[in-house]
């Protein structure tokens, strides 16, 4: 089949990562090496830009100032949380028919991978030759079919090491800490929290996550149970922890304020920890109870980005590009995991990934459901890198002479 001749568009969808750009980058950059590009473009705030012609011309930027751009967290062409349906989507395939764009990447997650299914459904049912890939990100790693998602190992990075900072604190001033993190039904970067523990009774030693259920009287025993052993608790929990009837705890104290999916909003506020720290005061004799919320830190923490993260970001725009334009195929890209560690490429069919998210295995996570598995820790190390150190001191102790027992 003839290679075909056009512009390439490329857009980012959903939350910022500290790598989406990354990927974004690896796109233009491979584009521009095929003499069957015309142009390339981006469209500024995805999909929203894209049916209102609010493009530029990438084809212009230099490489410095794109490389510059991919080492820079968020969406460097900004993003949207528009969820388009069949009539948006013939909108977008309007646009792209009238700038003859013959290649479409969009950066996002499993919506974004539902509207490139669509958008190129619309150009099968037109007869135009439009190959349509998707490039996965996301902080919550749950997409389909990949081992892993670009944009978690970054977010984890800083999760990890979020709570290590925290437990240097909490085992100098003993108490119970409670750290809120993004996760509405996956429960991968609350996990993430394991990644830096050192020593025996470092934290979290607690971890809940919404693959399974919560409950407030087994919380209260766990939280017991854990203070009488350390003298200290550090929990982390995800944002999206719900009751056995599938409700999520949030819900209880958000007011019923809901996002712009219309799904119940979980992290806007600190109401989650607090509410969860005044059950602890109110269930045991602990008095020091503190609760933070993460939030949008987690997602694009300047300084703080995986180099394995940003170096399979790059790659897989890389990939998109020379599947599409090289090889004439749409689909989405995957990574495979092989050997220990490193990565390959592969490309998915658009409907693999599309709408439908993934979970936490249970083997990453312990029978009574309150942290993670040795099987987490070997799957996730790998993708955060290189971790800063951290020790303690190493001296004997001094005989008491007061202080006799």
């Known amino acids: ?40 473009y981006g469209a500024l705030h995805g999909v929203r830009g894209i049916v209102d012609e609010d493009f530029i011309d990438l084809t212009e930027a230099t490489t410095r100032n794109l490389n510059a751009v ?19 989507c013939r909108k977008i395939f309007g646009v792209c028919k009238a700038h003859d764009v013959r290649y479409f990447f969009y950066c996002g ?8 299914r669509i958008v190129n459904e619309e150009a099968s049912k037109a007869g135009y030759e439009l190959r349509v890939i998707h490039v996965p990100k996301t902080i919550d790693n749950d997409l389909k079919v990949t081992d892993h998602c670009p944009g978690y190992g970054s977010a984890a990075k800083y999760v990890a090491q979020a ?5 240097l604190d909490n085992r100098a001033l003993p108490g119970v800490y409670i750290g809120i993190v993004m996760g509405r039904h996956a429960g991968f970067l609350t996990a993430a929290a394991a990644l830096a523990r050192m020593y025996p009774d470092d934290g979290p030693h607690l971890i809940y996550l919404p693959e399974r259920p919560f409950s407030k ?28 009837k599938g409700r999520a705890i949030a819900e209880q104290f958000s007011g019923g304020e809901k996002d712009s999916h219309g799904n119940v909003q979980l992290s806007g506020t600190g109401a989650l920890g607090d509410h969860l720290a005044s059950w602890i005061k109110q269930g045991t004799s602990i008095s020091r109870v503190r609760a933070d919320t993460l939030g949008y830190i987690q997602r694009s923490f300047l300084g703080c980005v995986s180099e394995v993260d940003q170096a399979e970001a790059r790659e897989v725009g890389e990939k998109a590009a020379q599947f599409a334009i090289w090889h004439n195929l749409d689909g989405s890209v995957a990574i495979k995991r092989v050997g220990d560690y490193a990565v390959e490429y592969f490309l998915t069919p658009l409907s693999t990934v599309a709408r439908h998210a993934t979970e936490m295995p249970n083997k990453f996570i312990n029978k009574q459901g309150n942290n993670v598995t040795d099987a987490f820790l070997r799957y996730a190390r790998p993708l955060i890198g290189t971790m ?5 001191i190493s001296a004997p102790t001094v005989k008491k002479i007061l202080n006799k027992k």
């Open 1 to 40: 089949m003839p290679l075909t001749e056009g512009k390439v568009l490329v857009a980012q969808g959903g939350g910022p990562t500290a790598v989406i750009n990354q990927s974004f980058v690896g796109v233009v950059l491979e584009s521009r090496k095929f003499s069957q590009v015309t142009r390339v």
């Open 70 to 88: 991919a080492n820079t967290p968020s969406s460097g062409l900004l993003t949207t949380r528009d969820k388009p349906d069949a009539a948006y």
């Open 109 to 116: 997650g499993n919506d974004s991978a539902d509207t490139c």
């Open 163 to 167: 709570f290590a900072g925290v437990n």
């Open 217 to 244: 009287k087994q919380f209260i025993a766990d939280v017991k149970k854990t203070y009488a052993k350390y003298g200290r608790c550090m929990i982390a929990v995800s944002e999206g922890i719900a009751d056995a």
């Open 388 to 392: 800063p150190s951290v020790a303690r």
